[in-house]
């Protein structure tokens, strides 16, 4: 068997699970994380090279002998770190810049979703602040505000009243809080969200197990939307049945309408997707792993996932087997979030953790691990049902001792409340 030495991109949570699922194979010669974090330097060499840093990253590939780079963030697909890469005859996992548009560029999704009659919200996008603020005031309440590009999981408001839309278009159209662009204005829909991701290479589709993340601050639902809270896998109130569907009407078709319009998916098809009282419907799509549903779907994977990332790269053929035990993550968050908040605080405990524990937001400082972002520890339980696996978690968490942190006490409430 081939060894490969392994790149992983990114400094998250969720780049953190790669790792730890590549660590488990045994064609994994030597693994390296750019920049990667405390957490990741257990698993892989990190090395200090920013995420967007196209050249020097193809430069240490070339160096170092690296026969597979994985990519995890969404700015480097926008930034055209694959484009780079193939140019350079080397093998990476992850969708071209063209192809990451499904997710960088919400109307571009939007549009490709109407000409292939694939479900989704009814939409219109717009530029100007007048326009978009008549059609709203025009509309009816609650509805969905999305800016119409990357805004790191934080560009979609659902406004209750006009004050809010309002609100939420002066920021996206003039005073480019995200840049400057345009804002899709969606239908609101009903029912519960949940993440189907696949692995895609052209026409050739390989759904992964369905996970479920709680986009809100506080229990209830309550509270700022965020990059995530937490997640589960699987989930009980989506049928046999509900999977299929949205497989053949929804991921199927994406991947061979992008084949289509030439610009053809390699990587991750990540459906945000709602079970409504009308139906499945798309809430949008992303170009990459999703965060923090990763973390629950890949402790799940029991194939050698450098065998599913070599199919989708080479074109080749992977076969997904699951273990069948439940997983359930609680994100650590720093006070404040997803505002304003401290960073650099201890964090002890880590060694009386029991579960898997994946760095979102952290930093060594020699022996010590310190919070260096929002989200700041991902803590997952397995179990043979949910209700194990978050007592499990919990359980974890109670053993982490840093007081600058929070968390969510009912993530999986949907399945189990």
């Not at 999305?146 to 408001?157: E, M, P, Q, R, S």
């Amino acid at each position: 068997m081939e060894q490969l030495n392994l790149l992983v991109i990114g400094s998250g949570g969720r780049e953190h699970a790669i790792v730890d699922a590549l660590s488990r194979s045994p064609q994994a010669a030597k693994i390296y994380a750019a920049p990667g974090n405390a957490g990741i330097a257990r698993q892989a060499e990190c090395v200090p090279i920013r995420e967007t840093e196209i050249d020097r990253l193809v430069a240490f590939a070339r160096e170092h002998a690296v026969g597979l780079t994985v990519v995890g963030p969404e700015a480097a697909l926008a930034a055209g770190v694959v484009d780079a890469f193939k140019r350079a005859g080397l093998r990476i996992f992850g969708p071209t810049q063209a192809a990451a548009r499904i997710e960088s560029s919400k109307e571009f999704a939007k549009e490709l979703m109407t000409r292939y009659g694939v479900p989704t919200a009814a939409f219109r996008a717009f530029t100007s602040y007048e326009e978009a603020r008549a059609y709203v005031a025009a509309g009816s309440f609650p509805t969905v505000l999305k800016y119409d590009g990357l805004a790191a999981g934080k560009g979609v408001v659902i406004a209750g009243t006009m004050e809010e839309a309002d609100a939420a278009l002066r920021d996206m159209l003039l005073d480019d809080k995200f840049g400057h662009g345009k804002v899709v204005v969606e239908e609101y829909l009903t029912g519960p969200e949940f993440s189907f991701m696949c692995f895609v290479s052209g026409e050739r589709v390989w759904p992964m197990q369905l996970a479920q993340d709680h986009k809100r601050a506080f229990d209830g639902d309550k509270g700022p939307n965020t990059g995530g809270m937490g997640a589960y896998s699987p989930l009980p109130f989506i049928t046999a049945e509900d999977e299929q569907y949205a497989l053949e009407r929804i991921l199927k078709p994406v991947a061979r309408a992008m084949v289509a319009e030439g610009c053809p998916f390699e990587g991750v098809l990540y459906g945000g997707l709602m079970k409504t009282p009308q139906g499945i419907k798309v809430i949008e799509f992303n170009a990459r792993f999703g965060d923090p549903e990763t973390e629950v779907v890949l402790p799940r994977l029991k194939s050698d996932i450098v065998d599913i990332f070599r199919a989708v790269a080479d074109g080749g053929d992977a076969e997904l087997v699951w273990h069948d035990f439940a997983t359930l993550g609680i994100v650590l968050a720093s006070k404040g979030y997803p505002g304003a908040y401290d960073k650099g605080i201890e964090i002890g405990g880590l060694d009386r953790v029991e579960g898997r524990v994946y760095h979102m937001g952290t930093r060594a400082d020699g022996d010590r691990v310190l919070t260096a972002g929002g989200r700041v520890l991902f803590v997952v339980g397995e179990g043979a049902t949910l209700a194990e696996a978050r007592a499990k978690a919990l359980a974890d968490v109670a053993r982490i001792d840093c007081d600058n942190l929070f968390h969510r006490t009912d993530i999986g409430h949907w399945a189990l409340d």
